[in-house]
């Protein structure tokens, strides 16, 4: 029994070592799962307290170009100092499809007599190598030329008109006095006058240097909407615009929206308006339509029309609309929302000048 005793409490010994270890091991399988998951709790802490403390990208608004054209707000490879050209154009029947057109910055479009309308055409950023035909001048164009600081350019004007214009009312060039010079002015044989008279474009800065006029300067730019300003713009839609200057005999101006090229195709009494050489339609960025007071001072049906006193207007760009006020602002016609100045797109600009009788709400017709 002595020798057997020893053997037992060995024995238990070891049971009891034995039990204690697999107690011990439990309890670690037990508690192994939950020590993982406090330890991914606290891994997703450190990452989110890592995502807060890292600040969100901005986009960054594109570099503004160095250099830009005032009329068009796109971009110039150098400083643009050459001064502005505004040239009358002929709106007649007879007159279509004109020449130069597709190079012009801003067209404005006014009646001129009866319900024909006729173009001023300002050109800085591009030089046509024609424009035409040019026809003879009015007194709300030559304002108009004046507020832009441009060269005034037509051929012929009434007696009162031209006595004020070489007292020094604009800086100007009578093709009267270049008639078929080859020079300033040619005569086409394929139109009949008053429809045949033609600006030699690359002669107008000669000339004008030679009559002691400046051909550099530098012109203050049209207000210009930013990327982000474009990208965040408001308004109804606006796919196609209807403009009845008059409606027996019908004159009526349409513009198409073309979303592929975000651009205006421009329509005359159903005919789309094309490049005479080279039959590209014509097309614009913004339309800035602006009502105003029309008053006929002759047997001619010719007029006076209000640029200074400002009212209702629609700016259009982008396929939509927005109803504006315009304002006379250093002698150029401007659109204002809210008081503020309501910037252009990038790109060129037709500027429709309408009767305030009927008016916008009569003679415009918006369709999305």
């Not at 995502?51 to 054209?69: A, S, W």
């Not at 009212?311 to 250093?330: A, C, F, P, R, S």
Request: one cysteine or more.
């Amino acid at each position: 029994m002595k020798k057997i005793l020893p053997f037992i409490i060995i024995l238990t010994l070891l049971l009891a070592a034995c039990g204690q270890q697999e107690s011990s091991s439990n309890i670690d399988e037990n508690q192994e799962p939950k020590l993982k998951e406090n330890e991914t709790a606290v891994e997703k802490e450190e990452e989110q307290s890592e995502e807060e403390l890292e600040e969100p990208e901005k986009e960054e608004e594109p570099e503004l170009p160095e250099y830009v054209y005032p009329l068009t707000g796109l971009p110039a490879e150098e400083p643009v100092d050459n001064r502005i050209v505004a040239v009358m154009i002929n709106n007649l029947d007879p007159a279509r499809p004109q020449s130069g057109l597709l190079e012009a910055d801003i067209v404005y479009e006014f009646l001129a007599e009866g319900p024909i309308t006729r173009f001023l055409a300002l050109y800085q950023s591009q030089r046509p190598e024609v424009v035409g035909p040019v026809r003879s001048a009015r007194e709300y164009f030559i304002e108009t030329a004046k507020g832009h600081g441009a060269i005034y350019v037509y051929h012929g004007a009434a007696t009162y008109l031209e006595m004020k214009l070489k007292q020094g009312w604009v800086d100007n060039l009578n093709g009267a006095y270049y008639d078929n010079d080859r020079h300033l002015f040619k005569r086409e044989n394929f139109r009949v006058a008053p429809h045949n008279s033609y600006l030699l474009f690359d002669g107008v800065y000669d000339v004008a240097e030679q009559r002691g006029y400046e051909i550099k300067k530098e012109h203050a730019s049209l207000p210009f909407l930013t990327e982000s300003e474009i990208s965040s713009m408001e308004g109804e839609p606006a796919e196609s615009v209807t403009i009845t200057y008059y409606s027996s005999p019908l004159e009526e101006v349409r513009f198409e929206y073309d979303p592929q090229r975000e651009k205006y195709v421009r329509y005359n009494d159903g005919d789309k308006t094309v490049d005479l050489e080279t039959k590209e339609e014509i097309t614009v960025d913004n339309i800035f339509i602006v009502e105003t007071s029309h008053r006929v001072i002759d047997d001619k049906l010719r007029r006076a029309i209000d640029l200074t006193s400002g009212g209702k207007g629609y700016l259009i760009h982008k396929g939509m609309v927005k109803e504006v006020e315009w304002k006379n602002t250093d002698g150029r016609i401007l659109p204002y929302l809210n008081d503020q100045p309501a910037g252009f797109v990038p790109g060129k600009t037709w500027i429709n000048v309408i009767p305030e009788s009927p008016g916008i709400a009569e003679s415009v017709k918006i369709d999305g």
